[in-house]
């Protein structure tokens, strides 16, 4: 199976600051990765696939970078909403496989 | 707007079989896949398998043989089975449509998922 680790863990932000996560594939899945917001009690929301494109009603503070195996996911401009958790997964391969999450707290 | 809601017992014996039904408003499961998706306490996301409205089911060989999808047209929803389990297949259960797109070759994403059921093993 590909391996997905992000970084970092967790992280600590406050409104208005850029954020950028890190998800790393054990082997190249080309541009076949999704990035999702999961709030607790919410279902997950997928905010962007094919590495980049960001689907509709997402803002666009919200970019998605990387091919091969990195990719990042940025946030520009927290907004106190974009408290969450994050996760990325990869569908270039069977079984496809779920980052461990980041998650995003309040400073 | 699709939604999913899942449903089932929230406590099961070990050894026994876990059952799940995911249920699907707003939109017919036809001509989609549905997946079932796990998060066990403090791990990551797993993906258990997924289903076509017909065809046969594609299962994540790490659950070796126990795992069962199925569908049901007439009702709109899928069902999850999962035999023998151990406290190890304690976790939050989803369900999500997996859409498949083409963009420079096939590729996948979950599009909708619902808020996920917690289903515990113990005796």
């Known amino acids: 199976d590909i391996q997905m680790t992000q970084s970092p863990s967790s992280l600590s932000a406050s409104v208005g600051d850029r954020v950028t996560i890190t998800c790393r594939a054990s082997?190249?899945?080309?541009?076949?990765l999704n990035w999702y917001q999961h709030k607790s009690g919410e279902a997950p929301k997928l905010l962007i696939s094919?590495?980049?494109t960001l689907q509709t009603g997402v803002p666009s503070r919200f970019s998605g970078s990387g091919s091969g195996t990195e990719f990042t996911l940025t946030i520009n401009s927290l907004h106190r909403e974009d408290f969450a958790t994050y996760f990325c997964?990869?569908?270039?391969?069977?079984?496809?496989?779920f980052g461990q999450g980041t998650k995003v707290e309040i400073k | 707007q699709v939604q999913l809601q899942e449903s089932g017992p929230g406590l099961v014996k070990p050894s026994e079989t876990l059952s799940l039904t995911c249920s699907v408003s707003?939109?017919?499961?036809?001509?989609?896949?549905w997946s079932w998706i796990r998060q066990p306490p403090g791990r990551r996301l797993e993906w258990i398998g997924h289903l076509y409205s017909t065809g046969s089911p594609k299962y994540n060989p790490s659950l070796k043989g126990r795992v069962t999808l199925s569908g049901d047209t007439s009702k709109n929803h899928f069902s999850l089975e999962l035999t023998s389990v151990t406290a190890a297949d304690a976790a939050v259960y989803y369900c999500?449509?997996?859409?498949?797109?083409?963009?420079?070759?096939?590729?996948?994403?979950?599009?909708?998922w619902g808020r996920g059921t917690f289903v515990t093993v113990s005796s």
């Open positions: 997964q990869q569908s270039h391969g069977y079984p496809p496989t």
């Open positions: 082997q190249s899945v080309t541009r076949f």
């Open positions: 094919g590495a980049s």
């Open positions: 707003g939109g017919s499961i036809n001509s989609y896949y």
């Open positions: 999500a449509r997996h859409l498949r797109f083409y963009t420079d070759g096939w590729a996948s994403a979950f599009d909708i």
